[in-house]
C-alpha cells in the first residue's frame, strides 16, 4: 500500500513540475562543481595556487548545497542517478573548458632533417628554438627545442608539419618558463633550454 501511496505522490509531484526542477538543479549545479573540481586538479598540476584555490573554495560551495538536497530527498531515488550523470557531464565539461583556456606552457622537441632548415624557417617567424646536433640510423638531424605557451602550439606544429612533413615531435608540459612576461627583444625560452641542452652535452659527474 506504501509504494501505491508514493507512487500516486511523485506523479503529483512530476504534474506539479517540483520533481523536474529539483532534479535539473541538482544535475546543473553537479556539472558546475564537477567543472570546477577538474579546473582546479589540472590548476595544481600546472602550479596555479591562486586558480586552484579558488575553484577548490567554489566547488566545495556548491557540493554542500547539492548533496544537502539529494540527502533531504532520500526516498526520490532518481536524483542519485540525476546526481551521477552531472558528475560525469561536470568532468567531461571541465576538460573540454581547460582544453580551450590552455593554460600554461609547453616544450615541443623536434627532429628534423637537416637539409630542411627548420630552426632557420622558426627563427624567422620569432619562435625561441634552441638547435642541437643529432644522429640517427638515417643520417644527421637537427633536434630543435621550442618553449611556447600551450594555446599557440597548435599553429606551432602546423608551421613544422608545413615545413618538414616528415618531423618527428613529442609536446610536453611544463610547470614555469625563464621569464614571466614574453619580450620581443629577450628569447624568454632560450635560458632554460640552454640548460638542457648542457646536460645533454655534458652529463652530471660524480663529485
Known amino acids: 500500500m ?36 577538474t579546473l582546479r586538479t589540472i590548476s595544481i ?44 557531464a561536470g568532468s567531461f565539461v571541465g576538460m573540454w573548458i581547460e582544453s580551450r583556456l590552455a593554460f600554461g606552457h ?35 638531424m637537427d633536434i630543435l627545442f621550442v618553449a611556447e605557451k600551450r594555446k599557440n602550439v597548435p599553429k606551432l606544429l602546423r608551421r613544422i608539419h608545413e615545413i618538414d612533413k616528415e618531423a618527428f615531435f613529442t609536446v610536453e608540459d611544463v610547470k614555469q618558463v625563464g621569464l614571466k612576461q614574453r619580450d620581443p627583444s629577450v628569447v624568454w625560452g632560450e635560458k632554460m633550454l640552454e640548460d638542457v641542452s648542457s646536460w645533454v652535452k655534458h652529463p652530471l659527474r660524480k663529485k
Not at 532534479?23 to 573540481?37: P, T
Open 2 to 37: 506504501n509504494f501505491f501511496t508514493d507512487l500516486v505522490d511523485w506523479i503529483t509531484r512530476v504534474g506539479q513540475g517540483q520533481v523536474w526542477l529539483l532534479a535539473l538543479g541538482i544535475f546543473f549545479a553537479r556539472i558546475v562543481d564537477q567543472s570546477l573540481g
Open 45 to 88: 598540476f600546472r602550479g596555479f595556487k591562486v586558480l586552484a584555490t579558488i575553484f577548490g573554495f567554489l566547488e566545495v560551495l556548491i557540493w554542500i548545497n547539492v548533496v544537502a538536497q539529494v540527502i533531504r530527498n532520500l526516498d526520490d531515488w532518481y536524483l542519485g542517478v540525476v546526481y551521477s550523470a552531472g558528475f560525469a
Open 106 to 140: 609547453q616544450v615541443v622537441r623536434i627532429i628534423s632533417r637537416r637539409e630542411k632548415n627548420l630552426a632557420d624557417q622558426l627563427w624567422e617567424m620569432n619562435y625561441p628554438v634552441v638547435e642541437m646536433d643529432g644522429r640517427t640510423k638515417s643520417g644527421e
